[in-house]
């Protein structure tokens, strides 16, 4: 089941493979739109002076950022503007791409015949019709990317601040190192799980958006049910798709483990550059490919819960 599932996907992704572009060249504009955000977050500090007071603190770093924090509120004010309306920017964009490659993904899923192969499964992509999804969805998709993430932002910020709260007081009591240090580590391991459970989440809300034209509140609810209702099969994607990801990994680093030996060498390390910067892209092809190869199984996921409810409800 999970492994026909996967196997569906990847033909779903083959076939429709503009969109692997699409995402390739979204990375790259997301890039650019974060350069623009840390440039826009400097203007405030040149405008405010606070520059030279930056040089001019020591000590303890977070009682530091915290007094510099405290005595610059209209500098901290700006960066926050200036990295709000980037973040949304990169998210607006997200959500228009994710919305169009959905659209095509649900398309080609419904369209083409079970069992089909990678050179006779159909595929849909079209510039118009990608564009015409994005158009029509991008907005609530941008809504719930935003309430989801938000939701679970808050949920990590609790041993967060617990850390950094006690970082402060290193001063005073040196066991505090300790104690930050296991927080931090609960930390990324909450990142972990809360980052598995909000993509999984967040692409099923998207999925039943785009593909029964659900509101946001209804979708994030039905998404819920459909999550805890297929959660096995949604993890064993997840399982498979790891599995394979880490496989690529560590092709991708031992190639670029050998070249960084062969640079070693006289002249080698000029030679070697255009190499290292082809497989760059082609890692981050891979990584596209990955990404969209687990939304497209997130769409057969969907369809086949939809079919499997339908025949129970007859």
């Known amino acids: 089941m999970i492994i026909e599932t996967v196997q569906r996907a990847y033909r779903n992704v083959v076939a ?18 974060i350069v623009v955000g840390a440039l826009l977050a400097v203007v405030p500090f040149i405008m405010t002076g606070a520059l030279s007071e930056l040089s001019e603190l020591s000590g303890n770093p977070a009682r530091m950022a915290i007094g510099f924090f405290l005595q610059n509120p209209l500098t901290i004010i700006g960066v926050i503007v200036a990295l709000t309306i980037v973040l ?61 993430w938000g939701i679970f932002s808050i949920i990590l910020l609790a041993p967060l601040a617990a850390a950094v709260l006690l970082f ?4 005073e009591d040196p066991q505090a190192v300790a104690w930050g240090c296991l927080l931090l580590v609960l930390f990324f391991l909450i990142l972990l799980v809360v980052g598995i459970a909000a993509t999984m989440w967040t692409d099923v809300a998207v ?5 029964r034209n659900l509101g946001v509140r209804d979708s994030l609810q039905t998404a819920f049910n459909l999550m805890m209702r297929r959660f ?10 790891i599995v394979i990801s880490i496989g690529v990994w560590i092709v991708f680093a031992t190639i670029f483990g050998v070249i960084g030996v062969v ?15 082809v497989l760059s892209l082609l890692q ?8 969209c190869w687990f939304l497209a199984a997130v769409v057969a996921i969907v369809i086949d819960d939809e079919g499997a409810r339908s025949i129970v409800r007859a």
């Open 16 to 33: 429709n493979w503009p969109l692997i572009l699409i995402s390739v060249a979204e990375q790259v504009a997301m890039v650019g739109l």
């Open 88 to 148: 949304t920017a990169v998210t607006a964009l997200h959500s228009f791409v994710r919305a169009g490659t959905v659209g095509i993904y649900i398309d080609s899923a419904l369209t083409a015949p079970a069992g089909s192969s990678v050179r006779d499964a159909l595929s849909l992509f079209s510039t118009e019709t990608f564009i015409s999804y994005g158009k029509r969805f991008w907005w609530p998709v941008f809504l719930i990317f935003n309430v989801i």
């Open 168 to 171: 402060t007081r290193l001063s």
């Open 207 to 211: 999925a039943l958006t785009v593909r």
């Open 232 to 241: 096995m099969d949604l993890l064993m994607v997840i399982g498979v798709l």
């Open 263 to 277: 640079s070693m060498l006289p002249i080698m390390a000029i030679l070697t550059l255009p190499i290292q910067i």
């Open 284 to 291: 981050s092809i891979a990584s596209v490919f990955l990404s």
